[in-house]
């Protein structure tokens, strides 16, 4: 089982690839994660959308929630067509398993 503070690195570091690979500056949204027996869900978008949080700066596309389990730090990229509360029910119920399968290393 691994730690919240273990969790929250390996958030970090999936947003980071992100970030890279699109060339913006993402980040994890202050104070969004939500924390389950399971594992934490987090929400990500520019660092320009967190510091403002103004509906004009929210010009991201695609950034799906995603939950790390806290088990094994396998990722679990939720879809963006429903509401979270959807792919939380699903994912709870067994149905949704969009698994990235990382264990990315931590730092």
Do not use: C, H
């Not at 690195?9 to 202050?30: F, M």
């Not at 103004?54 to 730090?73: C, H, M, Q, R, S």
């Amino acid at each position: 089982m691994l730690t919240e503070t273990e969790v929250m690195q390996i958030a970090k570091d999936y947003v980071q690839e992100n970030s890279e690979k699109s060339g913006l500056d993402l980040v994890i949204l202050d104070d969004e994660a939500i924390k389950k027996p399971y594992g934490i869900i987090f929400f990500y978008n520019t660092k320009k959308y967190n510091k403002t949080r103004n509906d004009d700066d929210n010009t991201l596309i695609g950034n799906a929630p995603f939950l790390v389990e806290n088990k094994n730090g396998n990722i679990v990229v939720f879809g963006t067509s429903q509401s979270e509360d959807y792919y939380i029910k699903e994912y709870e119920a067994g149905r949704y398993t969009n698994t990235r399968g990382l264990n990315i290393p931590i730092k």
